[in-house]
């Protein structure tokens, strides 16, 4: 795969607009989503027809909801904090799914990109550090477009039950601050039925339920 054919690709564009700058981590949750439909010979869901699950809430996660079609808007994408650079994707139609996890070490930053990285995160790199470290970067999310897939990733085929399609509900008011919620999603209190973030801090408080 020649990384700079497939900026030029459309698909990649809108990857990148989304997440607004290319990086190693765009360009894995890319190659993954890539990986998984290829596998499960399946097309973008327009609707629910496939879920993502994704087990890491970093760069990746935004190329897998644009290629997939998978979003939190229509409840087909699912995150684990799992902290693992891995993707499972289902396929309603077919109940198949597949696993595709970065191989350790695929992703390995070298010492000069890793000393940058942590200088850029503690505010603590200049300019010519901080420039150096955009150069390595973009270079590091190229070499991971131009990877073979077998070096990049582990992928295998999984059976997983489906979780249920996203639900629609009319909403009752919170008992407590008054707001519109789900139903499903209210909590038992003496004070009624009352959104999960009023329960959080009724016993953060100590308060009486």
């Not at 390595?136 to 073979?148: A, Q, T, Y």
């Not at 059976?159 to 009752?172: D, F, N, T, V």
């Amino acid at each position: 795969m020649n990384a700079e054919k497939t900026m030029e690709t459309e698909e990649f564009k809108r990857c990148a607009a989304f997440h607004g700058h290319v990086c190693p981590g765009l360009s894995i949750g890319f190659r993954a989503a890539k990986a998984g439909m290829r596998y499960l010979q399946a097309m973008r869901a327009e609707d629910e027809e496939l879920v993502a699950v994704v087990e890491t809430d970093a760069c990746s996660a935004d190329a897998v909801q644009v290629l997939t079609g998978c979003t939190f808007g229509k409840g087909n994408f699912i995150y684990k904090d799992y902290g693992k650079m891995v993707l499972t994707l289902l396929n309603r139609k077919s109940g198949r799914g597949v696993r595709v996890a970065l191989r350790p070490g695929a992703f390995a930053p070298d010492e000069e990109h890793m000393i940058l990285i942590q200088k850029v995160m503690q505010g603590m790199a200049d300019e010519k550090e901080a420039q150096r470290f955009q150069e390595v970067h973009f270079k590091r999310g190229c070499d991971i477009l131009e990877m073979p897939e077998e070096e990049l990733f582990a992928v295998q085929e999984v059976r997983l039950e489906l979780p249920a399609g996203a639900r629609i509900e009319p909403s009752q008011p919170c008992a407590r601050c008054g707001e519109p919620t789900m139903p499903s999603k209210l909590q038992t209190a003496t004070a009624g039925k009352i959104c999960r973030d009023c329960f959080g801090k009724s016993l953060g408080s100590g308060e009486a339920l």
